[in-house]
């Protein structure tokens, strides 16, 4: 099987080379030698030649002739949320959905983030004893990593 290592190292190599904010967000390696990388960028979004950069740095350093292998590299799609920290403080400011391990959910703004815990924005109307209208509530939940089963940036086509 390709080592892990040796991989990660060639596209560190690669993204090093581009120093244009590239970070990977997933790389999978089966037994069939497979490779799958998933990237992201800190602004902007990965270009197709970002991706075909990477893909042949990583296949011109390994010798098909020791092992055979596949590899396939793309951009980490919004429908898989968000898995890595430089994903959430991309997405400062941005509306998304989180799935509580505990159960429930949350969506708002997305206001800070640190490697620990992100702070969330959410607003709901309530009805205030005495008065007629109900008043909007804004309220910031403060959540750990750990707390989080799933985090998704909600698309609005506003």
């Known amino acids: 099987m ?47 030649m970002d991706c075909m950069s990477i893909s042949r740095n990583v296949e011109h350093n ?26 959430y403080t991309k997405n400062i400011g941005r509306v998304i959905k989180v799935k509580l ?17 992100i702070t969330l924005q959410t607003t709901r109307k309530e009805r205030i004893e005495g008065k007629k209208k109900k008043e909007t509530i804004v309220e910031d939940h403060i959540l750990k990593m750990g707390q989080i089963k799933e985090a998704k940036v909600v698309l609005s086509f506003k």
Do not use: M
């Open 2 to 48: 390709i080592s892990k290592k040796k991989v990660t190292g060639l596209i560190n190599e690669r993204i090093e080379e581009l120093d244009n904010g590239l970070f990977v967000v997933n790389l999978h390696i089966n037994s069939a030698n497979i490779i799958h990388v998933e990237l992201d960028k800190y602004e902007g979004n990965v270009s197709v």
């Open 101 to 117: 391990k505990e159960g429930g959910s949350l969506d708002g703004p997305l206001i800070a983030a640190t490697p620990e815990e």
């Open 62 to 87: 390994l010798d098909r002739e020791e092992q055979d292998f596949e590899i396939s590299v793309s951009s980490a799609g919004l429908d898989k949320g968000l898995r890595v920290f430089p994903q």
